[in-house]
């Protein structure tokens, strides 16, 4: 094998709970707008279009235990919990009936997002990138797998800021269902092992300011808390 010009970048590892283990993250796919609440809150029709799909990047994850830095260029960045999916395998055109088969396991994450430059960016029809995929931009919890959880079809999903309740909702509210939104995913992209899938938030998104403190969960599955710097 021929010698890299640059040092290869490290992979980027998301802890397993209540082991030394890691999971090696390759991709990060979200969905937008993936409970009826949420979608009228941001101003869209809730019936079931087809699902939204948008990227972060591996490293924009910031594992438990880290505050997360106020991004620069922003006044207005919302917290979004969402429960996480972590995949073992892949492929394309997965099929509804096989897709669970896939998940490794799940987690509680957290898509920070500038909503002031999300907006603009609206207004101009450009991507949001900028808005969603910014540094540390995806606070997650450490995996459980589905191997001792199963695959969590229903549960509260909630977010608190300063012990203040913002968001509720729970996994039976999601518009498109985990195994749909695995299949729906596999028929724009390859899916592989190591990527990993943000399934949507409930309403009651919010700003949040240096000083607040997050704690959230997805019950059965795990909480997060997060600081922030």
């Known amino acids: 094998m021929s010698a890299t010009v640059i040092p290869v970048p490290p992979t980027v590892l998301m802890p397993v709970e209540g082991t030394d283990e890691t999971f090696p993250v390759r991709r990060v796919?979200?969905?937008g707008r993936n409970y009826a609440d949420h979608a009228i809150e941001m101003g869209h029709d809730p019936s079931r279009e087809p699902p939204f799909f948008f990227?972060?990047?591996a490293d924009n994850l910031l594992p438990a235990g880290n505050d997360f830095p106020y991004p620069a260029l922003s006044s207005n960045v919302h917290y979004e919990v969402e429960c996480v999916v972590a995949l073992k395998s892949g492929g394309s055109d997965i099929s509804v009936d096989d897709a669970l088969e896939h998940v490794w396991g799940y987690g509680v994450g957290i898509d920070m997002t500038r909503r002031d430059m999300q907006d603009a960016l609206k207004k101009m029809g450009r991507s949001w990138e900028s808005a969603k995929a910014f540094e540390f931009s995806a606070p997650v919890s450490p995996l459980v797998?589905?191997?001792k959880i199963?695959?969590?079809?229903k549960g509260a999903v909630w977010l608190e800021v300063n012990s203040e309740r913002k968001q509720s909702g729970?996994?039976?509210q999601m518009i498109w269902k985990t195994a749909e939104i695995i299949a729906e995913l596999s028929k724009l992209f390859t899916l592989a092992a190591g990527d990993v899938i943000m399934t949507g938030t409930p309403a009651g998104v919010g700003a949040i300011v240096s000083g607040d403190r997050i704690d959230c969960g997805v019950d059965g599955v795990g909480t997060l808390s997060v600081k922030i710097a």
């Open 55 to 57: 990227q972060k990047n």
């Open 170 to 172: 729970d996994l039976d």
């Open 145 to 147: 797998p589905a191997s």
């Open 29 to 31: 796919y979200c969905v």
């Open 150 to 153: 199963g695959h969590p079809a």
